[in-house]
């Protein structure tokens, strides 16, 4: 009788922490979601004024080349913000269980194409030349083509990030009996075989000589394989 | 171009404001989608500029109160960010025409938008 008296008081207790987590974990979540919004309210406010100071015909004299820089900076720094507060917010997103995935058949090749093209610019800033083979003239998935294309877009910009200027980033499809295998392949500083279940961690950052000038914030991995 | 511009941060309805004007189009600005139908009617926009998350009246409940007609030729371009597609597709099937990422715009990418819409005219 004790024992079981005992069972069920635990049982109870265990039943009401549960509920207090998902409580918490929900406030949390509506937390993130907040703190995003009403910080990248007045970030976005700051880089359209910035913007107006570099860009041409906003004001009647050109910066000095001395402020220029200086503002530019500002403006990088501000970039990197807003870039952190959308990771942290398509992060909590996942972790919520707030992504529907909406699944349909569409071709990668003008994707992959397309967001090659879009960072074109990006790829010739660094210096770096970049391939996309394709044997077939159409690759079909069946996926979330919206999540499909940012997930892409990350990883095709982390294999430019993460690699020197000059050298060169490959893309493939493959097709295989039940998958096409998106391979990206760059010539870049290359990831230690033990570090390798890391990259995808939550926060995680793993040193090497680029990783101070990239910047990041360790989710854009974590979020792409979620 | 006539444009509407609803936006409820001040900072940022003066800016696009100060981008759009320099450019030489009309601006009529508001902050909520109360003051967007009241600014509408005298106004008589080609555009209409439009945040999504707004007091009073949300850009949803502003498109809902405009009930776009199929025929009606004012262009509705939303002002978004990043976790908001669901309240977009909402929008895109109430009558607006596009969407754009506040916190990737910059200052041309924004007069780069209203360029493409007054091509289509």
């Known amino acids: 009788m004790q024992r079981e008296y005992e069972l069920k008081k635990k049982t109870v207790s265990l039943t009401e922490q549960r509920a207090e987590l998902i409580e918490l974990n929900k406030a949390k979540d509506e937390f993130i979601s907040l703190a995003s919004h009403q910080l990248r309210t007045p970030a976005s406010g700051v880089k359209q004024f910035l913007g107006m100071m570099l860009e041409e015909g906003f004001t009647k004299s050109n910066l000095p080349q001395e402020h220029r820089s200086l503002v530019e900076l500002a403006y990088e720094s501000n970039e990197r913000q807003l870039q952190v507060i959308d990771d942290l917010l398509k992060v909590a997103r996942v972790d919520a269980g707030n992504v529907v995935l909406k699944k349909r058949d569409f071709d990668l090749v003008p994707m992959i194409t397309d967001i090659l093209n879009e960072q074109a610019g990006t790829y010739k800033q660094r210096k770096q030349s970049v391939s996309f083979k394709h044997k077939l003239p159409h690759y079909i998935a069946y996926a979330d083509k919206g999540k499909m294309r940012m997930v892409l877009e990350n990883v095709i910009d982390n294999a430019s990030k993460y690699t020197l200027p000059g050298k060169q980033v490959d893309i493939q499809l493959k097709k295989n009996k039940q998958f096409v295998d998106v391979l990206v392949k760059d010539e870049g500083v290359g990831i230690n075989q033990k570090d390798i279940d890391k990259i995808f961690q939550k926060f995680s950052r793993l040193d090497n000589p680029l990783s101070v000038e990239v910047g990041g914030t360790g989710l854009g991995l974590y979020w792409a394989k979620k | ?121």
């Open chain 2, 1 to 121: 171009v006539k444009i509407l511009l609803l936006e409820d941060n001040d900072l940022l309805n003066q800016a696009y404001k100060m981008i759009l004007e320099k450019q030489g189009h009309k601006i009529e600005a508001g902050f909520n989608g109360e003051e967007g139908l009241a600014i509408l009617k005298k106004f008589g926009p080609d555009l209409i500029l439009l945040d999504m998350l707004m007091p009073k009246m949300s850009g949803l409940e502003f498109l809902k109160a405009y009930n776009k007609k199929p025929n009606d030729k004012v262009k509705i371009v939303l002002l978004t960010n990043l976790g908001n597609q669901r309240e977009v597709e909402e929008a895109l099937s109430l009558g607006a025409d596009d969407y754009f990422m506040k916190a990737h715009m910059s200052p041309t990418e924004l007069i780069d938008v209203i360029k493409k819409f007054e091509k289509k005219d």
